[in-house]
């Protein structure tokens, strides 16, 4: 079912649950309609007749005593036409609603009918006293009338006082009905609409993570992503799965093709070197310039030696392969070598070194020497001297914290414009400090040496023309030195082993 069908079912589920109360309501009218219609059609229609009797029965009574007063024959040819007329608007009462109500009535009308009907035969034969005789009867007759016309009409407003209460229940249970509907209608709305909400939202957001990890280098998918899914979602899943293993594969063949590229490089770059030193040494009439030219060969080779050697631990690094020489170290060993290294270079560039080692700091840690020394610390200062003016001072200050010691590698340079301090940690990444200048990996590979370490380096401070500080903490003995060492960062996805060589000191920058 594709997602498009689901969102119509359940649109179409959430229409009619909310359809529902509308029709309950509806239905509710319908019967107060008919409370209304039946009222009207009864309770008024027979109100109007039985009074329409009542005046009848009235005018029956003065044409019987004009008849019997005048003798005038006019009035009774009327007084039958009352009669014809009660009879009539009886037989209406019979079929109204109120039947039973009103048949206590026919008795008196056909009794009225009989008397009226004797009066008038007994006038027409000028039977007078016989005539008045018989009139006397008729008004018993009249009053018993009147008695059940007011009985009847009591018993019909006692039936529409009842019919009036039960439209007044049917209105009440109806609002009550009709509220507890659209209440349960609404709950019943939001579970679908949650139900659907969350079957829309868990697996995006699963494929979000999903994706936001293969954004930070991590190409493993997750089995917890709706694969199985027949919709949009599960075609997505699918894709995303199928890109991820693409990404994978792609991942390896590139670490592949840096760790074999850089080992076959640096056979032709040591020959070059070699055959350079060769040149300077065995022949010594060699002009100035040409000296000059072999210079430029033997520094571009080391150079990309360098830059080669730079890749191999990329590569090591991306593979799960890099391996770390543990030993427990002098940190004054480690200052004063760095300290051996850079003066050179600090008194050719007429910048000041200042290296301190605090009393807080401890004398030793357990470290893999290379790795600090060169690849970390080494590398701060190459940049730190790259990028400070001749005339200011380079700080390399060490102190210790609980449980660890931290290095600050404080410069005098240009600083970390803001727009590039969030990515100076990033593979080939080159700001407006480089000058285009570097590989953009020097940084990198300290981040990721520093966390094969279990410590962190971060850029501290870095004001825009007053330098850069680097902060380097590392702790005093890094987790599990004798044993594998796990690493979360550029998605290793083995564990590092101890290495039996260490790499050379590299003195230039990344």
């Known amino acids: 079912m594709t997602l498009r069908s689901k969102l119509l079912a359940s649109f179409g589920a959430v229409t009619v649950v909310l359809l529902l109360p ?117 008004r018993p007759v009249f009053d018993e009338a009147e008695r059940r016309f007011t009985s009847v ?97 792609l991942d390896r063949m590139k670490s592949e093709f840096l760790g074999v590229a850089s080992h076959e490089l640096k056979t032709p770059l040591n020959v070059i070197n070699g055959y350079v030193e060769l040149l300077e040494e065995a022949d010594t009439s060699i002009s100035s310039e040409h000296l000059g030219f072999l210079n430029g060969i033997a520094e571009q080779t080391q150079a990309m030696a360098r830059l080669v050697s730079r890749l191999m631990d990329i590569s090591r690094l991306e593979a799960g392969t890099y391996r770390m020489a543990w030993e427990r170290i002098h940190l004054e060993d480690v200052v004063t070598g760095l300290s051996r290294v850079f003066e050179t270079l600090a008194e050719q560039k007429k910048v000041a070194l200042d290296f301190r080692i605090l009393d807080s700091a401890p004398a030793s840690l357990v470290l893999d020497v290379d790795i600090i020394r060169d690849e970390v610390l ?22 210790g914290e609980e449980g660890g010691v931290v290095f600050t590698v404080t410069d005098s340079g240009p ?24 590989s953009g990996l020097g940084l990198a590979i300290a981040k990721e040496m520093v966390e094969l370490h279990g410590g962190l380096i971060t850029l501290e401070e870095s004001e825009e023309g007053q330098g850069a500080r680097f902060r380097v903490a590392l702790p005093l003995t890094p987790p599990s030195p004798e044993l594998e060492v796990p690493h979360a960062s550029l998605a290793l996805a083995g564990r590092l082993r101890p290495r039996k060589q260490r790499a050379r000191f590299p003195v230039a920058s990344a």
Not at 227 to 245: K, V
């Open 153 to 249: 009409a009591d018993s019909i407003d006692v039936l529409a006082s009842r019919d009036f209460s039960r439209a007044e229940a049917v209105s009440v249970s109806g609002r009550r009905d009709t509220l507890v509907g659209v209440a349960a209608a609404l709950l019943l709305a939001f579970l679908v609409a949650g139900s659907m909400t969350r079957s829309l939202t868990q697996p995006l957001r699963r494929l979000g993570r999903a994706m936001a990890r293969v954004a930070d280098g991590s190409f493993v998918t997750p089995d917890d992503l709706p694969y199985g899914r027949r919709d949009e979602i599960g075609d997505l899943a699918g894709s995303f799965r199928a890109m991820t293993h693409r990404l994978a594969e």
């Open 415 to 438: 600083g970390i414009p803001p727009e590039h301090r969030d990515f100076i940690f990033e593979k080939h990444y080159r700001g407006d400090r480089s000058n285009a200048v570097g």
């Open 22 to 138: 509308v029709l309950f309501a509806a239905g509710k009218l319908a019967e107060m309609r008919d409370f209304a219609v039946e009222g009207r059609a009864g309770h008024a229609a027979t109100v109007v007749t039985l009074g329409r009797m009542q005046a009848t029965m009235a005018e029956l009574d003065l044409l019987e005593r004009s008849l019997v007063a005048t003798g005038d024959p006019r009035a009774g040819a009327a007084a039958e036409e009352a009669v014809a007329s009660l009879h009539t608007d009886l037989g209406r009462l019979r079929a109204s609603p109120y039947t039973e109500q009103v048949s206590t009535l026919g008795p008196v009308v056909a009794a009225m009918g009989l008397i009226a009907g004797r009066v008038g035969e007994l006038m027409h034969e000028d039977r007078i006293v016989a005539a008045t005789a018989a009139f006397e009867q008729l």
């Open 378 to 399: 080494g590398n701060l200062l190459s940049n730190a001297l790259k990028f400070t003016p001749p005339g200011e001072r380079i700080e390399l200050t060490v102190h």
